[in-house]
């Protein structure tokens, strides 16, 4: 391997969803890049020039590794970087809150390489301590290193959003922080070359806790129109429209819609992270995100039964019945199934005694609790109808399709399908 560990290079550590765009946007600024990751098999085929994430191109990738992106499952070749960018997931742990193992074998993997002048930033998502407690101080205790005065220590929070093609790394405001001032110049200067607004934070605290308000405050509010749709039928409102309504609003509102419950890695974990440490530390209850994760969790079993509703006032039951998912991934346009709320509504049609089958491009193939999940190859195929077809996820091949002719009941949690006969939640 050529230019790994050259003085001055820059080594990227975790190359997921938030790792491998940095890192090639970083090799893309014309600095050495190696790219770490403990799975072989992503590295291989990274290094194959084959990309899983959707966001990353392979011609991008490929483009990375004509120039001066290295590709790596072997710490020994960190060596020599002079900064370290550390990417690994934060799921949540058995008691709720952020398990943060990643980030200290990722430490434990850079601290041999760890010299006086050298930057350690932190991207994963977790609770507020995180930076100072996981990476500062087990790196000062390996090193003999002071964190601040030796070397640099900082904290900037990824925002990056799965199948959003109007924001990337480039053009999405990087908030950075630096445990002194020393550092927090050394993390702008990083960031700057690959982020056209970077944001300096007055503290690591604080630029760790924004990330944690930004997606609390998404899950608090998904889970206010959640529940109000839940009685908004009742009361003989359209919420959607009274949302289209409210929006015009140019100041003071936002805009969230409801949907079957949130998924992915961030909106439904990263506000028990907070919860978690706040119950911890301080041995209070973080009421908004208890109510909201409550709420949020309850709308799988709301779209059975909103399906079994409609199917009953065509005088069919559940039990026996064949019911078809349209996009089964946690969000439109991923193949992310992590935390996906169609797996939920999987469990509750099956408890119900229904036969459930799946359509989604971007899935090939599924099984929820061990049992499979029939895939539907393709909707333009003949096919006997299904008894009830529930859009989960609005991929943009589902946006303004009549799907009336595929089952007897057209339920869209998203609202995207056209024709007469699709029900909203
Ligand atoms: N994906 C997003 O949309 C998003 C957005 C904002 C923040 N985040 C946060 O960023 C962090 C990373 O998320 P992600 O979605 O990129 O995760 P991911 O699972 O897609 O990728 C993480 C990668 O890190 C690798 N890894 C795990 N432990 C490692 C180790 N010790 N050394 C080297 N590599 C290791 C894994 O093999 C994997 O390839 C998380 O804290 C997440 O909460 C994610």
Known sequence: MSNVGEPGSIGVIGLGYVGLPLAIRLAESGVEVVGFDTDLDLVRSLSAGSSPIPDVADSAL???????????????????CETFVICVPTPLSASAGADTSSIERAVTAIAPF??????????????????EEVVAAPLALATGLIPGEDFCVGFSPERIDPGNRSFSISNTPKVVSGLRSCCVSRVRDLYASVSDSVVVASGVREAEFAKLLENTYRQVNIALVNEMVKFTGALGVDLRE?????????????????????????????????????????????????????????????????????????????????????????????????EAPAEEIVRGLRKRGAFVAYFDPFVDSWAVDGEVVDRVESLSGSFEPFDGVVLVTDH????????????????????VLSGEGAIGL
């Not at 706040?278 to 908004?288: I, N, T």
């Open 242 to 338: 009274a949302i289209r309504l409210a929006s015009t609003k140019p100041f003071g509102f936002e805009a969230f819609y409801p949907g079957p419950g949130v998924g992915g890695h961030c909106v439904p974990i990263d506000p028990q992270y907070l919860a978690a440490r706040v119950e911890s530390e301080l041995g209070q209850e973080f009421r908004f995100v208890a109510l909201a994760r409550e709420i949020n969790a309850g709308m799988p079993e709301f779209v059975v039964d909103r399906l079994a509703g409609a199917l009953g006032d065509v005088g069919v039951g559940l039990t026996g019945a064949r019911i078809l998912l349209l996009g089964v991934t946690y969000k439109r346009d991923v193949p992310d199934m992590r």
């Open 396 to 415: 943009s091949v589902f946006h303004g399709q009549d799907y009336g002719h595929l089952g007897q009941v057209c339920l869209d949690t998203r609202r």
């Open 62 to 80: 490929a483009a990375a590794l004509a120039g001066t992106l290295r590709i790596s499952a072997s710490s020994s070749d960190l060596a020599g």
């Open 114 to 131: 760890v010299r006086a002048g050298t930057l350690v930033v932190l991207e994963s998502t977790s609770y507020p301590g995180t930076t």
